[in-house]
Each structure stands twice: as structure tokens, then as C-alpha cells.
């Protein structure tokens, strides 16, 4: 064995040339554990659970949101596309009806003062929206 050369079971560092085995991440001795690979598994599955669960709950929400839009959307058609005479004040509430030919018809007039065929309530916002109350 050269003079130069150390053992095996020594930690040398030639760059430094300094003994560092107590600054080494990992075992140095013979009698040091084995390292061993952390089985991340059921980590990365638990995880996943989590995150597809809260994708799902996203996305439900998101369909949730465009469902009522494309109800709003079909109120304000409903209500636009009916027949009605006169210029409707924002902020007022009317009463969607059919007449005989099931046309619809928008009046002034409260269901509890008619007996028209009564489609329901619309709020005509101040974005020109039409929202429907609550019967």
C-alpha cells in the first residue's frame, strides 16, 4: 500500500484533505445502518386522494356556477322575448304570463289580481338583467 493511499474504512477528503466523515449525509463505517429507500407510496396516493378530491369539488362548484348562468341566461330570453307594450323600469318587479296561444306576455299585473296563466316574477336589475324572485 502506497503512503498516499488510505484505507478503505477511512474518510478522506482529497480536495480538502481533511477527514470529514462526520460531515458526510450518509453512513462512512461498516457498522454504520444500511440506507434505505422511504417508501413513499401511500404519501404520493394519499395525496393524490386529496388532490383529485379537491379538482372534483372545483369543478362542481364551477358547473354549479355555470348551470345558474345558463338559467339566468334562459330567464332573461324568456322575458325578453315576450310580448309586452310598454318600457320596463329598472328596479321593478313584473309578472311573466301565457296567454291562450301559450305565448308569453309580460304585465304589471300581480298573479293574486289575475287569473292569467302564470309563467313567474322577474326583477329587472340595473345591468338590464332580468332575475327571477321567489314566488
Known amino acids: 500500500m502506497s503512503n498516499n493511499k488510505k484505507p478503505d474504512q477511512v474518510v ?6 481533511k477527514y470529514d466523515a462526520a ?3 450518509y453512513a462512512t463505517n461498516l457498522g454504520a445502518p444500511a440506507i434505505e429507500i422511504t417508501d413513499t407510496t401511500t404519501w404520493k396516493n394519499k395525496n ?6 379537491q379538482i372534483q369539488a ?3 362548484e364551477l358547473k354549479a356556477e355555470y348551470d345558474k348562468m345558463m338559467q339566468e341566461l334562459e330567464y332573461n330570453n324568456l322575458v325578453y322575448n315576450a310580448r ?3 318600457e320596463p323600469i329598472i ?3 313584473y309578472h311573466l304570463y301565457k296567454d291562450k296561444n301559450s305565448e308569453p306576455f309580460l304585465s304589471i299585473i300581480a298573479p293574486d289580481h289575475c287569473n292569467f296563466d302564470y309563467v313567474g316574477s322577474f326583477y329587472l336589475n340595473s345591468e338590464q338583467l332580468w332575475k327571477k324572485t321567489e314566488d
Request: charge should be positive; glycine fraction near 4%; avoid cysteine.
Open 91 to 93: 328596479g321593478e318587479t
Open 48 to 53: 393524490i386522494y386529496k388532490a383529485n378530491k
Open 23 to 25: 460531515l458526510k449525509p
Open 84 to 86: 309586452f307594450n310598454f
Open 58 to 60: 372545483k369543478y362542481l
Open 12 to 17: 478522506f477528503n482529497e480536495d480538502t484533505k
